[in-house]
């Protein structure tokens, strides 16, 4: 039962352009989405969270938007530089247990120059 | 930053595995997650003040400790073929209070059971 869904395993983006990743969950009960990232062979790296009680929030070049009604979740990251090729996950958790992040299967994002 | 050892090793169905992590400075929290191949991570169990804290889906042949100086051990008893994963182990502060603040991982330790 997969509660947190990245349907896209990979996605090809030109450098300065916008890259969007996206998540879809199935509980409605989540009340807070993060994304890491991560590189090859090295654990993954926070980047930006949400709580259910938002619908976008913005730190930098990155900005994450929360559509509650449709249960889906985005990642903007503009522009896109190549440092950003990586597998970016999706995760959310529930207030009563929010030391267990539930994760999405990963998109693999590559910038192409 | 989070250390784990070892990074790679193999195993054979049946034996019993011991995985390491050295958490961040000042982190009182270690939370374990294994991650099979093409999947997201998996919550394993979590770590706080010695206390296991909260524990996901996993049987009890998966076992942890949390030391004075907060490293932690993850213990994995009859080994299965399907045990074969990347394990991480992230720390964080206060029982891993996810909004006030996120986790942070070690690179993982590769588990190959054959």
């Given at each position: 039962d997969q509660q947190v869904k990245q349907n896209s395993p990979s996605l090809s983006v030109q450098e300065g352009r916008i890259s969007i990743l996206n998540c879809d969950y199935?509980?409605?009960?989540?009340?807070y989405f993060l994304w890491y990232k991560k590189y090859p062979a090295e654990g993954p790296t926070f980047l930006i969270s949400i709580s259910s009680i938002k619908d976008k929030n913005e730190d930098g070049r990155f900005t994450v938007f929360l559509n509650k009604s449709a249960k889906h979740l985005s990642l903007h990251i503009?522009?896109?530089?190549?440092?950003?090729?990586a597998v970016y996950f999706c995760a959310a958790s529930f207030m009563?247990?929010?030391y267990q992040l539930i994760w999405g299967a990963g998109t693999k994002l590559i910038i192409k120059p | 930053g989070v250390t784990q050892s070892p990074t790679h090793l193999i195993k054979t169905r049946g034996q019993q595995v011991t995985l390491r992590c050295s958490s961040q400075s000042g982190h009182n929290t270690v939370s374990w997650y294994q991650q099979a191949l093409g999947q997201g991570p998996q919550f394993i169990f979590q770590y706080y003040r010695k206390e296991e804290n909260g524990r996901g889906n996993?049987?009890?042949?998966?076992s942890g400790l949390q030391f004075p100086n907060d490293s932690s051990e993850l213990n994995v008893n009859?080994?299965?073929?399907?045990?074969s994963a990347l394990y991480l182990c992230a720390s964080s502060l206060d029982g891993g209070q996810v909004p006030t603040g996120e986790l942070f991982f070690g690179e993982g330790s590769r588990l190959t059971v054959l």
């Open positions: 199935t509980n409605s009960m989540f009340d503009v522009p896109s530089q190549p440092g950003d090729s009563d247990s929010n | 996993f049987p009890p042949r998966f009859a080994l299965e073929l399907d045990d």
